[in-house]
Each structure stands twice: as structure tokens, then as C-alpha cells.
């Protein structure tokens, strides 16, 4: 009987000719299943995760083989020192991140300049701000230290005002404490008085300090030159 019944519902309309009941077509293929959204979702999500970690592999890659600078950077630290010291002229050539040999970042900044007019005048070739990777809950960066190369302080004011040593010792204490530094070097530090007209009339010239700091409070420096 049941055998019978197929050509009555084929006659009927109800089965066109060259299927079956079982669902498959005249060329012998089940038809396609629609794939559903979890599953495009999920795929979705693996293409972006393997185009992130190469990304991410690329980008520390790149840090690690020198400084990556940035135009935006340069003008950010510009616009900040401005905003907090109003009266100090200051100018940026480059500035930059790179990943150190611990694969900690640093902030590399060159070609600084500052100046207050009619008073005095800082160049620094290089600066090297040394940090690290800051917890997951914590809002910034923790400094290591700093590392300045060729710096060169030029006395441009009518009179010569050498400020006194225990305040220069003071003002540095001060800045590591607030930041929270372990060390600090200064490479080939000099100070001169320069005057219209004038030869520059070297006061100190290529001293190299460096200093680290113990239990958080001592501060040991030391001067070669």
C-alpha cells in the first residue's frame, strides 16, 4: 500500500516529479543547512583575534628595534609643559616610545629646548624616561628613572646667578621623590654664560652624574669630570 500511495500524491500535486519523501532532490544532494549566528559569530571572533595578535606581535616587534615617534606625542609634552610652566618657552623635536631590554616601555624625547628670556637656556639631546607596565586597575605609569644625554645649561640673563648647591641637591631630591624614581644619570652635563657680543665662558663642562635610589628616601649621586 505504501508503495502504491507515491504516484497517487505525485498525481495529486504533492510530490513533483523526481523527489522522494526522504528530502532529497532530483540530483541526488540534501539541500544546504543554514549556518546559524553563533556559530559566524564565533568565526567572526577568531579572524579578529588572529589579525590582533599578529598586530600586537608586529607593533612590539617594531618597538624593540628603536623608538617609534610619534608627531602627536611631541606636541602633547610641548602643550603640557607650557600649561604648567607659562613663562618657559620650550621646543620638542622628536618624541617617541621604544621597548627596553626588559621589554619595559621608555619614553625617548630629543631635541629639547627651553628657555626662559633674559634668564637662562636648557638643551638636551636626548631624554630617556624609563617605565613600567602599570597594573591592570592602576590609571598611570610607574617611573624606573631618567636618563639625559648632553645637557647643556647656558646662562643668557643680564647677570650671572649661579643658584646655590644645596638647592640644586634639594630640587632634585624633591623631583625623584614625587616620581617615585629608582635611578637617574646625566650624561655630559655642562653650564656656561653666554652674552651678546661674547664668547660662551664654560663654567662646567662634560660632568656625567648618576645616582640611584635606596629604601625609597637616600638619594647617592655621584659626579665624574
Known amino acids: 500500500m505504501m508503495f502504491t500511495a507515491v504516484p497517487a500524491l505525485r498525481w495529486r500535486g504533492l510530490f ?22 553563533w556559530v559566524r559569530a564565533l568565526r567572526f571572533a577568531a579572524i579578529v583575534l588572529v589579525v590582533a ?5 608586529f ?16 606636541n602633547r609634552i610641548v602643550a603640557t609643559i607650557t600649561a604648567a610652566v607659562p613663562d618657559v618657552r620650550i621646543d620638542v ?18 631635541d629639547v629646548r627651553l628657555e626662559r628670556p633674559n634668564d637662562i637656556v636648557v638643551s638636551i639631546n636626548e631624554m630617556r624616561i624609563t617605565g613600567r607596565w602599570p597594573r591592570p586597575t592602576a590609571n598611570d605609569v610607574p617611573l624606573d628613572g631618567v636618563v639625559l644625554d648632553h645637557v ?14 644645596d638647592r640644586v641637591i634639594l630640587a632634585v631630591r624633591r623631583a625623584i621623590a614625587e616620581n617615585g624614581l629608582r635611578f637617574f644619570e646625566i650624561r655630559s652635563f655642562g653650564f656656561g654664560v653666554e652674552r651678546p657680543g661674547k664668547a660662551r665662558r664654560d663654567i ?7 645616582g640611584s635610589v635606596r629604601d625609597g628616601r637616600s638619594v647617592e649621586a655621584q659626579a665624574i669630570g
Open 16 to 37: 513533483k516529479e523526481g523527489a522522494d519523501i526522504a528530502g532529497i532532490g532530483s540530483d541526488g544532494q540534501k539541500p544546504k543547512r543554514r549556518t546559524r549566528w
Open 53 to 57: 595578535g599578529v598586530a600586537g606581535a
Open 59 to 74: 607593533l612590539a616587534w617594531r618597538l624593540s628595534q628603536g623608538p617609534l615617534f610619534l608627531p602627536f606625542l611631541a
Open 93 to 110: 623635536g622628536l618624541a617617541g616610545i621604544e621597548l627596553g631590554d626588559d621589554l619595559n616601555p621608555e619614553l625617548v624625547v630629543r
Open 152 to 165: 647643556l645649561v647656558s646662562d643668557v640673563g643680564p647677570q650671572t646667578n649661579l643658584p646655590p648647591i
Open 204 to 210: 662646567v663642562s662634560d660632568v656625567s652624574v648618576t
